[in-house]
């Protein structure tokens, strides 16, 4: 926050920040009725947004801490409510092959329906309650995040930071209004979400950016206290499929725990099968954080290592994260070699893209560069 109470809006939270002004702000947190859940006896309710489907009893809240049960009547207590915004690289997030070298306007709210023991944001996703963490928020209605992003130039809006799940109302609310803006659309997540919870939101998201963190039980019981993992997987190929998102996958390397041949050959062979050869996977470098500061940092090496069993198994599009300078951050044309994209931390150069495709061969690269078009909107509360 700054001295007059304005947020600040920056390109990276460790920089310094750009303070930008804020218009037409919600006056209030606001409070409302979850889009999906049921009713159950004794004023029960069951949660259908996200894979753990807590049933809640009167009073007590869902696992992610931001869904209550009011007499019944299933609310989401973090409407409208932000922790974190900012103006990023749309590489930051990352996605390389959707939009580069675009802005994208970043939101973020409170809590998780994961408790990763490495997480990265901790400050605002392990909080109990949308002020749990000490930090004030700031309560932007859809209408005025859809005005803020348009008033800085950023040709999209990514809901990130924490898991965007947790205020799947607001968002929605708000990617409705960007799409009729002519804004991309993005979620980048834990994928946690339910299949029925997909279709209401799907006609409105351009990109999918889902995070595997293992391929393996343990890696998400150790990492995540998770146990339906394999459904991710399952919820990121109906997003391409059904909704026609562009996905990027992402794995955080950690050693000792996700960094073994079988389980990066697992993650790097189900994206070849089942989400395309030109599907990128981003392999990124981890660091001590939270309540995982006895690990080191991942070793280059290790990460080299994935890029090659990303490349045996298929993938065109293998990336290096977290290590600035690397040539893995780099797009190079899979089929003449020549290099298209060109990357310095979150800096782009297009030195050879035409569209989707590179300008030397023509051979088509899978590069998002126009938002789809809003179909079967209806078919979303089927639970198809």
Not at 87 to 103: G, M, N, Q, Y
Not at 234 to 253: D, F, Y
Request: proline share 5%; glycine share 8%.
């Amino acid at each position: 926050m700054s001295a007059t109470g304005q947020p600040r809006l920056s390109y990276n939270r460790s920089e310094e920040r750009s303070q930008l002004a804020i218009s037409r702000q919600a006056a209030a947190p606001e409070t409302r009725e979850v889009a999906l859940y049921d009713r159950l006896p004794d004023t029960r309710a069951r949660c259908q947004i996200c894979l753990w489907r807590c049933t809640i009893n009167p009073g007590k809240l869902g696992v992610c801490r931001m869904r209550r049960n009011d007499k019944g009547t299933l609310n989401v207590l973090n409407y409208s409510s932000v922790s974190s915004m900012a103006v990023d690289p749309i590489e930051k997030k990352p996605l390389f092959h959707f939009f580069p070298a675009t802005r994208v306007f970043s939101l973020g709210t409170w809590g998780c329906n994961f408790h990763c023991v490495h997480c990265q944001n901790w400050e605002i996703a392990c909080v109990e309650q949308p002020e749990g963490s000490g930090r004030a928020s700031q309560y932007l209605s859809p209408q005025a995040a859809v005005s803020l992003a348009g008033q800085n130039r950023c040709a999209g809006i990514a809901w990130t930071y924490n898991e965007p799940t947790i205020w799947f109302e607001y968002t929605l609310d708000s990617a409705r209004l960007a799409r009729q803006a002519g804004l991309y659309t993005v979620y980048v997540t834990n994928g946690y979400m339910t299949p029925e919870a997909l279709d209401v939101i799907g006609p409105y998201l351009d990109a999918w950016r889902v995070d595997i963190k293992g391929f393996s039980d343990s890696a998400y019981r150790s990492l995540a206290s998770v146990a339906l993992w394999q459904e991710i997987l399952i919820v990121a190929v109906r997003a391409q499929e059904k909704w026609s998102m562009h996905i990027e996958v992402v794995t955080n390397v950690i050693p000792g725990v996700n960094d073994d041949d079988e389980q990066l050959r697992g993650i790097a062979g189900w994206v070849s099968r089942s989400l395309g050869e030109l599907t990128p996977w981003h392999v990124t470098r981890f660091y001590p954080q939270h309540n995982m500061m006895d690990k080191p940092p991942t070793p280059v090496a290790t990460l080299e290592r994935a890029l090659n069993i990303g490349k045996e198994a298929g993938l065109r599009f293998v990336y290096v994260g977290n290590v600035p300078g690397h040539d893995g951050e780099n797009t190079v044309c899979y089929n003449c070699g020549r290099l298209v994209i060109s990357r310095q931390g979150y800096v782009s150069n297009l030195v050879g893209l035409r569209g989707s495709a590179c300008k030397f061969c023509g051979v088509d690269l899978n590069m998002r560069v126009t938002t789809k078009k809003v179909t079967n909107t209806n078919a979303g509360n089927n639970g198809e």
